[in-house]
């Protein structure tokens, strides 16, 4: 069924209703994807608490498709084992009446465990239960099954891949290159190193901070940090700046309009993570055509080793990053055809069409036709 068609309504004359779970009003990506959905007649329902999900399930039957995508908020925000298991329990309890009234599973494995996980077998369970129950099991890298294999299987299982759209059109705003680079106080010589993204202790900040003193000419390069922050990591960000490296740091929430800015001004973004399945920071580098440093992961590879404007260092190696970042890198622009080709609506269209095909058919959903 293509996107600009209604969606088939249910055997009871509603639309079909789609529960998505959880939604963060701070992350763009499930609001893009939901694009087409919306326009071609779904209900959408969304929650970010595991008890309103369980309230937003109770009324789902035949035609109705429940979307589960990051799972920390069902085991990792209990603070004991006791708790953690309870919440499981509840949540396949929700997941599993909705099945038996005939709405279908889609799962988006965003990343291979939790950051930060605490209740690990626990954890481990509930993505066992989901690979297991899915109707379709949706992947943005296509080579997921094999890094999460190590934890659950999803061999045999119904898999689409569906790449992570662009942002484009999405944090369109003024000013020029210049005027951001102005605004930063960066020099026509400087070379302007972006972070962008929520900074947490496993994204490996500390190996890029590192890498850029070991860089050639490192009196060259600026840091530039933006992203919310908890106060202990700031406090450690801050041992690990050497008095000698300029930084321009916002440890917040960086505004829509502010974006641009940030990406205007960078003459490289780097992903020095230390664990890594899929990065919305990567298609936000691309939606502003800037040049991206990515680990040498194989995943990675597979799905962005072709791409003119990535270049690859080995992950958790300094001296790596710092040799990528001494040589001369690829032009600003050449990410254009790949965002333009991941545009959000086009992304979007592609979602549309497996959830109609999920909620019309009662046998399983075999591997998009596209990927």
Do not use: C
């Amino acid at each position: 069924m293509a996107a600009t068609e209604r969606s088939r309504p249910r055997d009871d004359g509603r639309a079909p209703r789609l529960a998505v779970f959880p939604v963060y009003r701070d992350n763009p990506y499930v609001n893009l994807m939901l694009l087409a959905p919306r326009a071609s007649g779904w209900d959408v329902v969304e929650s970010a608490r595991l008890e309103r999900f369980e309230r937003d399930l109770e009324p789902l039957g035949s035609g109705d498709v429940v979307h589960v995508h990051w799972t920390a908020p069902i085991v990792q925000r209990a603070d004991g084992v006791d708790e953690a298991a309870e919440r499981l329990d509840r949540f396949r309890a929700a997941v599993d009446t909705a099945r038996g009234r005939g709405a279908k599973v889609v799962w988006t494995v965003h990343n291979t465990l939790p950051h930060d996980v605490r209740h690990d077998d626990l954890e481990i369970t509930l993505n066992r239960y989901l690979a297991s129950t899915a109707d379709v099991v949706h992947v943005m890298n296509s080579n997921t099954s094999d890094v999460v294999a190590p934890y659950y299987d999803l061999s045999g299982r119904s898999v689409s891949h569906i790449p992570h759209p662009s942002y484009r059109g999405v944090y369109d705003g003024v000013g020029s290159r210049a005027e951001a680079r102005a605004r930063f106080g960066l020099g026509e010589d400087d070379l302007a190193v972006l972070f962008f993204g929520q900074v947490r202790p496993y994204k490996g900040v500390d190996v890029l901070i590192e890498a850029l003193q070991q860089a050639e000419r490192p009196e060259r390069f600026v840091l530039l940090l933006a992203g919310k922050t908890s106060a202990e990591d700031v406090a450690t960000i801050d041992r690990l700046v050497p008095p000698g490296l300029r930084t321009v740091r916002h440890h917040g929430y960086v505004d829509d309009a502010d974006v641009k800015s940030w990406f205007d001004a960078a003459d490289v973004s780097v992903l020095p993570y230390r664990r890594i399945l899929n990065s919305g920071s990567l298609h936000l580098a691309a939606t502003f055509d800037v040049p991206t440093v990515l680990p040498d992961e194989p995943h990675l590879r597979g799905d962005f080793g072709h791409e003119p404007w990535v270049r690859w260092f080995e992950p958790g190696n300094p001296a790596a990053l710092a040799h990528v970042l001494s040589q001369p890198l690829p032009a600003r622009g050449a990410a254009h055809d790949f965002s333009a080709r991941l545009a959000p609506f086009a992304v979007s269209r592609r979602y549309d069409a497996l959830l109609s095909a999920i909620s019309s058919l009662p046998e399983r959903v075999g591997s998009d036709p596209e990927a």
